[in-house]
């Protein structure tokens, strides 16, 4: 391991993450790994992909990053992937984002808040017309896969598939933590960094809670939460958080677009070359327009899930679909081992999967319940 840095967090980072749903940890990541990976993309030909490349994975692999996830979380298959994410700067453009609004529409630099493993169709670029059938139907024959109807094998623009399970209760692929590392400098707001919605981790559990006494179908189409919102712009929006989520984070001083809607407003992850953003999977978050950057932005981004949810199965640390292959195919289970149900359990019992939270969590939520009785 190539660190000086912290190789577990802090009680008081624990208790961050606890509330807030991430926490940042200050050079997780030596200098030799963010300068390896830095040059590697800067040496990329136009195009090339390198989201496999050791430059990329070592900064989870050879970095501090492990040891602070086995000791907070548990084990998981070392990353052989990860997603590149490199934002180039921007201003505001007048196409419909995948929520329907215009980009430039959107308040707090563009964000989308979303919850991932959620199928995106790229946003249409026209008003939709006919009805809200005919939209849908349009929709997800426009993506991939081609027009399959509703279907758990309709792939999205992203590669998640439109349901997880065959039967179409399970509308999110899921995971255990997000881990994004810092390449570039991203102190100032409004340079394209990760946005996060502190304490939507919460929320997003109550949430999946209440889908699944409803009728145990988590995610879109489930319980309270449309997949397409037809009041949106373009007519055609993806609901990428439910009303009652959203509605948990609005208040006055939220900021609008031009219909009137108030949006939640995310905090962004301020971070400089070498820190690391842990995060729970299902905290909604997202990118965020690179206005002011002096550079592209970059942070490279794992998806890690704890061994214990799929022991047979391994992870390569991008998907946000591990119960699935990549491209959707169909894994193999054995007998008594219902991967969707795991899944299930997993989304409404955040911190099953967090071994190294549990006195923490004790804590903090006696407290929050005693806070409640007082
Ligand atoms: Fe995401």
């Not at 979380?73 to 201003?91: E, H, I, T, W, Y």
Request: aromatic share 8%.
């Amino acid at each position: 391991m190539d660190s000086a840095g912290p190789v577990a967090l802090s009680d008081a980072q624990k208790r961050t993450l606890y509330h807030d749903g991430f926490v940042i940890v200050k050079g997780a990541v030596s200098e030799s790994l963010v300068d390896a990976a830095r040059a590697r993309i800067r040496s990329a030909e136009r195009g090339e992909n390198l989201s496999s490349d050791k430059a990329m994975t070592d900064l989870v692999n050879a970095s501090g990053v492990t040891p602070i996830l086995h000791e907070v979380m548990g084990n998981f298959d070392p990353p052989s992937a990860s997603q590149v994410g490199v934002l180039k700067k921007r201003a505001p453009g007048t196409h419909y984002n995948n929520l329907g609004y215009r980009d430039c529409d959107m308040p707090y630099y563009g964000s989308q808040l979303h919850m991932d493993g959620n199928i995106t169709i790229t946003s249409p670029q026209s008003v939709q017309e006919g009805t809200a059938a005919e939209i849908y139907r349009r929709h997800f024959a426009a993506g991939p896969s081609g027009d399959l109807g509703r279907s758990p094998l309709v792939m999205g623009h992203n590669m998640t598939p439109m349901f997880q399970d065959p039967e179409m209760t399970l509308a999110l692929g899921s995971f255990t933590a997000f881990v994004f590392v810092c390449l570039n400098d991203q102190r100032e707001p409004g340079c394209g960094q990760t946005s996060l919605l502190k304490g939507g981790h919460h929320v997003s559990e109550r949430f999946f809670r209440w889908q699944m006494e409803q009728n145990g179908h988590l995610g879109p189409e489930g319980p309270g939460w449309p997949r397409l919102n037809h009041d949106a712009p373009n007519r055609c929006g993806m609901n990428y958080l439910p009303e009652s989520i959203l509605n948990a984070f609005i208040d006055d001083s939220c900021e609008r677009t031009p219909d009137g809607r108030r949006w939640p407003k995310p905090t962004q992850a301020l971070m400089e070359p070498g820190d690391a953003c842990i995060a729970m999977w299902h905290i909604p978050h997202d990118a965020s327009r690179n206005e002011n950057g002096t550079e592209s932005r970059k942070n490279i981004i794992f998806r890690v899930r704890n061994k214990k949810r799929q022991p047979a199965h391994v992870a390569t640390g991008v998907s946000d679909h591990p119960d699935r292959g990549w491209k959707g195919d169909w894994l193999e289970y054995e007998p008594g081992n219902n991967p969707w149900e795991r899944s299930k359990f997993a989304m409404c019992n955040m911190w099953h999967e967090w071994d190294g939270m549990t006195r923490i969590v004790a804590e903090e939520s006696a407290q929050s319940t005693q806070g409640l009785i007082r």
